[in-house]
């Protein structure tokens, strides 16, 4: 039995994982018997930041790797670098890592060349398509080979390990961005856009990012758009820009000059929540606005191929339109021609948990180590 306290790091560093973790770090911060420290390794630096200024967590650890035009192989080699010299240093008995990003693949990766267990929070997401979404797909196959305790959020991400045939112990326990979502949304936070009448327009929300909507796909995204604003007088764009030049210049180009366009820099947390509660409808390639926006009875299209969460496609909540203009415009236009088309993904029900997820992975750690 591992004497008590258990030391826990729980690594991030995206945007994402942030606000997935956030829940979690403040249950095992206030639960007795568990030491945390909170790693950061500065994939991504002011999106982070303004997370955990929200949720008041601040970092015991930061490896501030970011650099301008970072490639993927600078992130996972000074990632790895860095945290196998602080595991060394801190002697966890356990990293606690969230998701597919570069920083999950490469805590994981770290800790596992030092034999410290791994913990994976939202284990378990699969397209079967190694390059869709990229690196994301490969980055959480690695770590769910190298994992011992495995936090899938759903049934279908519970037979993904399964078919995996992966080592370690599997417990379902929701997705702990319902969590988030939940504590935030209750605030009703504001989202004020300059010249943006959220009452006077419909208001499509919309995010992109993806790596492999770089290019073409992300100029005829920005064609969709047009198209949309220009069949619907009453509806409104907001597209806040990710920081990356390769996403937000083109988009920039294509659309700045519409009226009724608004890209604003990334919204914080707080405030993407507010506009998620005040807009008609979602466009967007990310992950995670597929599992949140569910929660406020918002319709979901997915600007992808494939998605990882195909329970959001089942449960009717969200749809995949891949990155087609005509396809974008028609699929759009019919949610906002069709008040049973928007009512039927509206009132689906969210598939991913109900806000209690990071009371199970706490408890699950805990249970680990008493067994051990």
């Not at 764009?237 to 659309?255: D, K």
């Not at 405030?271 to 967007?284: D, N, P």
Request: net charge negative; charged share 20%.
């Amino acid at each position: 039995m591992t004497r008590l306290p258990i030391r826990v790091c729980i690594t991030l560093g995206t945007r994402p994982e942030a606000i997935k973790l956030a829940p979690v770090i403040q249950k095992f911060q206030k639960t007795p018997g568990l030491e945390t420290q909170i790693v950061l390794t500065g994939q991504h630096r002011e999106m982070v930041d303004q997370v955990m200024q929200l949720f008041d967590i601040q970092a015991d650890q930061d490896l501030n790797i970011m650099q301008p035009q970072q490639t993927l192989s600078d992130i996972t080699c000074r990632s790895l670098q860095g945290l196998q010299t602080l595991f060394s240093e801190l002697q966890p008995h356990m990293v606690l890592v969230q998701g597919d990003t570069t920083t999950a693949f490469a805590a994981a990766l770290a800790a596992f060349y030092q034999k410290i267990p791994v913990g994976h929070v939202e284990a378990g997401l699969r397209t079967d398509n190694i390059l869709n979404p990229f690196p994301e797909e490969a980055n959480r196959r690695l770590v769910s080979q190298i994992t011992t305790l495995h936090f899938p959020p759903t049934d279908k991400s519970v037979a993904n390990l399964a078919a995996s045939g992966v080592y370690g112990t599997v417990v379902k326990t929701g997705n702990t961005v319902i969590d988030a979502l939940q504590t935030v949304a209750s605030k009703m936070p504001a989202c004020e856009v300059p010249g943006l009448d959220w009452t006077g327009y419909r208001v499509i929300l919309s995010t992109v990012h993806r790596r492999e909507n770089w290019g073409k796909p992300l100029q005829d995204i920005a064609q969709g758009f047009l198209q949309i604003l220009d069949k619907f007088a009453d509806v409104a764009l907001l597209l806040p820009l990710h920081r990356n030049p390769t996403v937000r210049e083109p988009l920039t180009a294509a659309l700045d000059s519409h009226p009724r366009a608004f890209l604003v820099e990334p919204l914080d947390y707080g405030q993407l929540v507010g506009a998620m509660q005040r807009c008609y409808l979602l466009l967007t390639d990310s992950g995670g606005l597929q599992e949140e926006a569910p929660g406020l009875g918002k319709p979901v299209l997915v600007l992808r191929e494939t998605t990882e969460r195909p329970e959001a496609v089942e449960a009717g909540t969200a749809k995949l339109v891949g990155t087609e203009p005509s396809t974008i415009t028609t699929e759009t236009a019919k949610l906002l021609s069709d008040p049973a088309a928007y009512d039927a993904m509206a009132r689906a029900i969210n598939p991913f948990g109900d806000g209690k997820a990071s009371e199970r992975i706490v408890k699950a750690v805990q249970e680990h180590f008493s067994n051990s």
